[in-house]
């Protein structure tokens, strides 16, 4: 029999054999500790089995993996649609984008921001023709706290949820998976939530993005833009045919859509990573609980960020910042954690009016003075957290910080 005419269960069985010799698959085994890498792969033999099955079925386009993997990623958050994208980025896009499409932002509109996120946090504000207003962030959270009345795109900052409210309440929760405020988990507390999938995150699609939602016209509103502007995969696809009888329903084009589909073969890696969230965000938060603690009784001249009332941290990276006095600059402390074999990395972009791309946003205010943001700019810094991570990983860095200390 050639490999073709194989039955479905021979082939998965001849996946499984093939994919078994690579023990480095193993998602579950404990890290090496003498190092503290920024990220390890979150993938196993599943994934990498389903997405070989996805190639030698020849179905690599979006198509029903990547249907499934929302369906399976709307459940987790606990909200009715999550409409899949090729990045964080993407997400963020698409969610602006299609609010502004249904009138419930306008072009122009003042959007609040958190001074402190991801490039794309702010940037994807300003591409959506919106005016983003950067507000400095709380010291505890590193994000928005608090009631506003304008907009805001709360930025769930390395997996610390942001308490803020408005009544249109946008959440970049691309760092975030799993995190929650008073039991409801993030990216399902407002009017949308966008999520990140890149390689480094809690789980991951290799590249990938998701925005999860309530709002049914929203869902069909992105279901558009991510592809083309296409009717094809709305819930409102007859009634738009109906509409439009002298053009042909397979192009028939709604929206002023982009092309930011996830590839079938990162739905592939999904279906099977968000069963595999609950156990790494225990092991995630049970590590950042530990390493909060005894860094914390070391008396540094640095603070951690441990998880505040009423909410679950996600743990997606593991935030310092120096204090004003320290007798090592954010520099200097990096390169000695560095020579441990410890990467360092700046809290995201810091503060975001400082970056060069700042003065190319076309329009832009800020809020008031930022302090905070500065404060992160200027002497904050994480190191990685994994769920391969344990208390080896965690005396490692504590170690490794008492030292820089004694010989500053
Ligand atoms: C808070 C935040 N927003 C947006 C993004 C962008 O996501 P992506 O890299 O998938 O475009 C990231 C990426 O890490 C992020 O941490």
Not at 328 to 338: D, I, Y
Request: proline share 6%; with cysteine.
């Amino acid at each position: 029999m050639n490999q073709g005419a194989a039955s479905p269960s021979a082939r998965a069985a001849a996946i499984a054999a093939l994919v078994e010799q690579f023990g480095a698959l193993d998602v579950d085994a404990p890290a090496p500790a003498d190092s503290l890498p920024l990220a390890l792969a979150p993938f196993g033999k599943e994934e990498v089995a389903e997405a070989i099955s996805a190639l030698l079925e020849g179905q690599l386009t979006m198509g029903p993996r990547v249907a499934a993997f929302e369906r399976a990623w709307a459940d987790y958050i606990g909200v009715q649609h999550a409409v899949a994208v090729n990045s964080g980025s993407s997400a963020l896009l698409v969610m602006l984008a299609g609010l502004i499409e249904l009138g419930r932002l306008q072009r122009g509109q003042r959007v609040i921001v958190p001074a402190v996120g991801w490039s794309t946090s702010l940037f994807s504000v300003a591409q959506a023709g919106l005016v983003p207003v950067l507000a400095d962030v709380d010291p505890d959270s590193l994000g928005l706290e608090g009631d506003f009345d304008d907009p805001v795109l709360a930025v769930h900052l390395l997996g610390c949820p942001s308490r803020a409210r408005s009544p249109l309440l946008l959440e970049d929760a691309c760092g975030a998976h799993g995190a929650e405020v008073d039991g409801r988990r993030v990216g399902g507390r407002g009017a949308a939530g966008a999520f990140s999938f890149f390689f480094s995150h809690h789980i991951s699609t290799v590249e990938g993005g998701a925005v999860t939602t309530d709002d049914a016209e929203l869902a069909d509103a992105m279901r558009s833009l991510r592809a083309h502007g296409w009717v094809r995969e709305r819930s409102d696809k007859a009634a738009l045919v109906a509409q439009h009888p002298e053009i042909d329903e397979r192009f028939l084009f709604v929206s002023a859509g982009y092309n930011l589909r996830m590839p079938d073969l990162c739905g592939a890696f999904g279906v099977h990573q968000v069963r595999r969230l609950p156990g790494f965000l225990d092991r995630r938060r049970a590590n950042h609980a530990a390493w909060c603690a005894q860094i914390s009784a070391l008396n540094l001249p640095l603070r951690v960020f441990p998880e505040l009332p009423g909410t679950t941290h996600a743990a997606f990276a593991f935030p310092m910042v120096l204090d004003a006095d320290s007798p090592l600059s954010r520099p200097q402390l990096c390169a000695r954690l560095e020579a441990r074999g410890i990467s360092t990395r700046p809290i995201s972009g810091a503060n975001l009016a400082r970056q060069p791309a700042f003065a190319r946003l076309p329009a832009v205010e800020l809020a008031g003075p930022l302090p905070v943001a500065d404060a992160v700019h200027d002497r904050g810094l994480f190191v990685g957290q994994s769920h391969a991570f344990d208390e080896r990983h965690g005396a490692l860095l504590a170690e490794a910080l008492a030292e820089a200390f004694r010989g500053a």
